[in-house]
DNA sequence: AGCATATTTGTAATTTAATTACAATAAGTC
DNA sequence: GACTTATTGTAATTAAATTACAAATATGCT
């Protein structure tokens, strides 16, 4: 656990002396790590036996130790206390603010995911006859995207972000296809409807979903991502970008189960794309 | 910089017991961070001085300094080695590198954007009668994502990934629009054509795309993010990923503007797509 | 209130760890 | 093969952290 929250949480259980030091280490953590025990017991106004106690009392084996942990809570770009945007923030603030919150995201999810659904939704994609991405709102673009990534494969593959589109294509479905349901929420009543007419018609159905929601029960196999929900109103930007992370894996896993004679192939389609570009030759740096 | 990857860098600079001393902490930095450094030079099969000497050589006060910047390289989430995808990876290895290697690519973007161009391109935003968001191939998704979030606004706002239609709009604006144009290598030449057309028709050009690329030069104002190419034949994920993360900041910077009464009205449109849901209570966890 | 106990805090001694200075060895050069 | 330079290790020094103990402060009880 973060030493800076932990801290936090245990004020109530520190002398008065002991809340000194944390109050010097909260004001000042970048500098507490490059201090000696006894420069910090001299900010702090106490001696150098009492800053040690601290870090006994937070379960550090003594003053480097806890230092080491110090330096490693505060490497994680310190998004210890309240990283949400706040009213009052300006552009530095909410900018580092959302990076932050986003990463945190996705090493919340990286940690959440299982690997062993991964692997078998990757099984299933590789052989599908036809892959569709269906996705509605904001989880649109993310459908939009995979699309976009196994197009390269040469599979045959759609997209669609339309409800008709979407149901006649589940309607014509038919065993050996997959169809991959986005959603963020899992709630969304027009989607958990086109997964069921896809599983009646036999496709396999994966649902890039919140776990245990109405979409996940209509599955065949469920990816949930795991995302600390983002409170603001704005929008689930942090799921959404799991999810395009997610979708990132699976083509990942794609190609390397088709093996080295089907990268060369994608650096075709990658090659022809040269035609539309200019060349770096051409704008010099 | 991480100190891991400087390990690995530097190790060309290094004699011949540096390296064992490179050698023994790249397999168990988790322990190197625990061991004295009598400890670390016994394993290494080195003297004291010799350990002292490679963290100098590092550019560190010493080694408890090298200690907690090795701390600091471990708290990430250890993407430090090699976080690229090999042939041989099984799902655990590829998720976990896909994972990390996306962490630090924004880890690297939020250093490297212009916090600046960021507040002035809020600002054109904010003013805007119409705002356009245009993106060929990978970059359409994002502009799909970026029309989604501004659409909720209640903002005048299209996206187009058709050429033709790009086209029809940018040669239809005038002053008081903005063109936001993205393209990850700014090198496509459609794309170029169009950022140059809305300028002649006095429309304002923000360009999410490359520093110093092609599109740049035709941009008004040019958010460029640096991200650390991925090198893989697959696609560029990162930079997508960076790309979505700037629009949210760009948006939240719109409302955090537009102040609270705003903000009211964004909770509405959130509303609205209640009756398109499943309640919670229908299904109850 | 006053005594006794428990807790907190600091001083000084001790121990441990890290660094420096210097010597020896190994590598490279003419 | 002798000379020079770079590398490595030994031993001494210095700095830092911890421990043991004593003083001070706070707490509880009659």
């Given at each position: 656990?973060?030493?800076?929250?932990k801290?936090?949480?245990?004020?109530?259980?520190?002398?008065?002396?002991?809340?000194?030091?944390?109050?010097?280490?909260?004001?000042?953590?970048?500098?507490?790590?490059?201090?000696?025990?006894?420069?910090?017991?001299?900010?702090?106004?106490?001696?150098?036996?009492?800053?040690?106690?601290?870090?006994?009392?937070?379960?550090?084996?003594?003053?480097?130790?806890?230092?080491?942990?110090l330096?490693?809570?505060?490497?994680?770009?310190?998004?210890?206390?309240?990283?949400?945007?706040?009213?009052?923030?300006?552009?530095?603030?909410?900018t580092?603010?959302?990076?932050?919150?986003?990463m945190?995201?996705?090493?919340?999810?990286r940690h959440n995911?299982?690997?062993?659904?991964?692997?078998?939704?990757?099984?299933?994609?590789?052989q599908?006859?036809?892959?569709?991405?269906?996705?509605l709102?904001?989880?649109?673009?993310v459908?939009?995207?995979?699309?976009?990534k196994?197009?390269?494969?040469?599979?045959?593959?759609?997209?669609?972000?339309?409800?008709?589109?979407q149901?006649?294509?589940?309607i014509n479905?038919?065993?050996?296809?997959?169809?991959?349901?986005?959603?963020?929420t899992?709630?969304?009543?027009?989607?958990?409807d086109i997964?069921?007419?896809?599983?009646?018609?036999?496709?396999?159905?994966?649902?890039?979903?919140a776990?245990d929601?109405?979409?996940?029960?209509e599955?065949?196999l469920?990816?949930?991502?795991?995302?600390?929900?983002?409170t603001?109103?704005y929008?689930?930007?942090a799921?959404?970008?799991?999810q395009?992370?997610?979708?990132?894996?699976l083509?990942?896993?794609?190609?390397?189960r088709?093996?080295?004679?089907?990268?060369?192939?994608l650096k075709k389609?990658?090659?022809?794309?040269r035609g539309?570009?200019?060349?770096?030759?051409?704008?010099p740096?």
């Amino acid at each position: 656990m973060n030493v800076l929250e932990k801290i936090v949480n245990s004020v109530a259980n520190f002398s008065k002396s002991e809340r000194k030091v944390a109050e010097v280490i909260l004001a000042n953590p970048q500098t507490t790590i490059h201090s000696s025990i006894a420069a910090l017991a001299k900010m702090a106004d106490v001696s150098e036996p009492t800053v040690n106690r601290f870090c006994r009392r937070l379960d550090t084996k003594g003053f480097p130790d806890f230092k080491l942990h110090l330096a490693q809570s505060l490497a994680n770009g310190t998004p210890y206390v309240n990283r949400h945007v706040e009213e009052e923030d300006g552009p530095e603030a909410y900018t580092a603010k959302i990076f932050e919150s986003t990463m945190a995201a996705l090493d919340s999810a990286r940690h959440n995911v299982d690997i062993n659904t991964i692997n078998r939704a990757v099984d299933v994609l590789t052989q599908a006859k036809k892959i569709s991405f269906f996705g509605l709102g904001a989880s649109a673009s993310v459908a939009h995207d995979a699309q976009n990534k196994f197009f390269r494969f040469n599979v045959p593959v759609v997209c669609f972000d339309d409800i008709v589109m979407q149901r006649m294509s589940a309607i014509n479905s038919a065993e050996g296809d997959v169809v991959v349901c986005i959603s963020h929420t899992g709630r969304t009543k027009n989607l958990c409807d086109i997964a069921a007419i896809a599983r009646e018609n036999d496709a396999t159905v994966i649902g890039i979903t919140a776990y245990d929601s109405p979409l996940a029960r209509e599955c065949t196999l469920v990816l949930s991502l795991d995302v600390p929900e983002d409170t603001d109103m704005y929008m689930p930007m942090a799921s959404r970008v799991a999810q395009l992370v997610l979708i990132d894996i699976l083509a990942t896993g794609f190609t390397l189960r088709r093996g080295s004679k089907f990268r060369e192939n994608l650096k075709k389609v990658k090659d022809s794309l040269r035609g539309s570009r200019f060349e770096k030759k051409d704008f010099p740096a």
